[in-house]
């Protein structure tokens, strides 16, 4: 099969090349296949950021380019949220659906990236993850997905257009932790070695009435199965962190999109364009309020895993909605599925924290383990160890 001629019913490739981008003849990486996200600069390759208002130039992706350097090769670009403002796939295009159900809708941002690997078209894929963007697509099509700490060496954003820079975070996807742990050792050179779960302490984060009874169910036996490689677990509570998280996204998007916004009709998708103009409104006082309280939920979360090794938690609230569904029906009623999908992965991007999303006994319903600032390799061996 030639690269241009690759299937995609599932609208998930923004640009496909004639030939691949061959990366180096020798390195850890040589023989695997990656997908890049359209909002990371690749010479020679349009960014779009899967929208048809224009976009900043972020100049060269210097993550690529490693992983380039390392042997792997780019096969093309994939579509995304239209510039990454979102959790289901929509975007300028015609929006990108889920691998296996075409009523479906994959989860955004990284939509593309993670059909990519779902449908074995990729060995792994870069995505970005500002509120979940990594991990909620990856629970939805049944795959595996890293976000690193915030700031981590590694998985540099330097060369990727910015939703918000307090938020995002690079990070792969692939079909299985073998394939991330790869990735993550060629990039640091250091060895993740599997982790006994013996003695581990796991903090339990379900709030009531946040999830559907599969996603519920689906948790609880993934706490059961930590419990009994040898883990003690325990509930524990921390609160949503919209509060703190949308203003400061949104700002901090109106920004980076401030040249666009100075048209009347930019280009946007009516969502998009209502979202980046809200952020424009925002101001000083309401940003500074946000990052106030980003604070103090960042000193909840460091005291919790103080006393806690790992978290785990949904990575969604409910299977994949269709496409165009608005709302989700959870334990406590009807919500905007923005809202109810967002309380749940936000806090971990907006704070920083290393995490991983995995797939659970549930179909196209995954969980979240989430790591100590800092301490990726651990959160990385933990996870190895549950594909044994």
Not at 27 to 41: E, N
Not at 76 to 82: A, I, M, R, S
Request: with cysteine.
């Amino acid at each position: 099969m030639t690269f241009p001629d690759l299937p995609d019913p599932q609208r998930a490739w923004a640009y496909l090349p004639a030939s691949p981008l061959s990366g180096a003849a020798e390195g850890p990486l040589v023989g695997l296949t990656f997908s890049v996200k359209d909002l990371y600069g690749v010479p020679g390759w349009p960014l779009r950021a899967s929208t048809r208002a224009p976009v900043p130039d972020p100049g060269e992706s210097m993550l690529v380019r490693r992983l380039l350097d390392l042997g792997a090769s780019a096969v093309g670009k994939t579509h995304l949220h239209e510039v990454a403002l979102g959790i289901t796939g929509m975007n300028g295009f015609g929006g990108t659906t889920h691998p296996f159900d075409p009523e479906r809708v994959p989860g955004g941002s990284s939509s593309g990236a993670a059909v990519s690997v779902a449908l074995w078209q990729v060995d792994f894929a870069l995505g970005t993850d500002t509120g979940g963007s990594i991990r909620v697509p990856a629970a939805w099509c049944g795959v595996v997905g890293y976000k690193p700490t915030k700031g981590h060496p590694a998985w540099s954003t330097e060369g990727v257009l910015p939703l918000s820079w307090t938020c995002d975070h690079a990070g792969p996807l692939a079909r299985d932790m073998r394939t991330i742990v790869q990735v993550q050792e060629a990039l640091t050179g250091q060895t993740v070695a599997p982790q006994d779960w013996a003695g581990v302490k796991v903090g339990l984060w379900l709030p009531e009435g946040w999830v559907d009874d599969t996603v519920r169910e689906a948790l609880r036996l993934y706490a059961a199965r930590l419990a009994g490689l040898g883990a003690t677990v325990e509930a524990v509570p921390f609160p949503e962190v919209l509060d703190a998280y949308s203003p400061i996204v949104l700002s901090e998007a109106a920004q980076v999109h401030s040249e666009a916004l100075k048209e009347t009709e930019p280009g946007f998708l009516p969502f998009t364009h209502a979202s980046l103009r809200q952020g424009q409104a925002l101001t000083e006082e309401e940003v500074r309020a946000a990052f106030a309280h980003r604070a103090g939920y960042r000193a909840q979360l460091d005291d919790l895993l103080s006393r806690f090794d790992v978290l785990l938690a949904p990575a969604v609230p409910t299977p994949p909605p269709l496409v165009g569904q608005e709302e989700v029906e959870v334990g406590e009623g009807r919500l905007p599925l923005r809202r109810a999908v967002l309380r749940l992965t936000a806090p971990f991007s907006l704070l920083g924290a290393p995490t991983v999303a995995l797939p659970s006994t549930a179909p196209f319903v995954g969980v979240q383990l989430v790591g100590r600032h800092g301490e990726d390799d651990r959160l990385l061996g933990l996870a190895l160890a549950l594909e044994g």
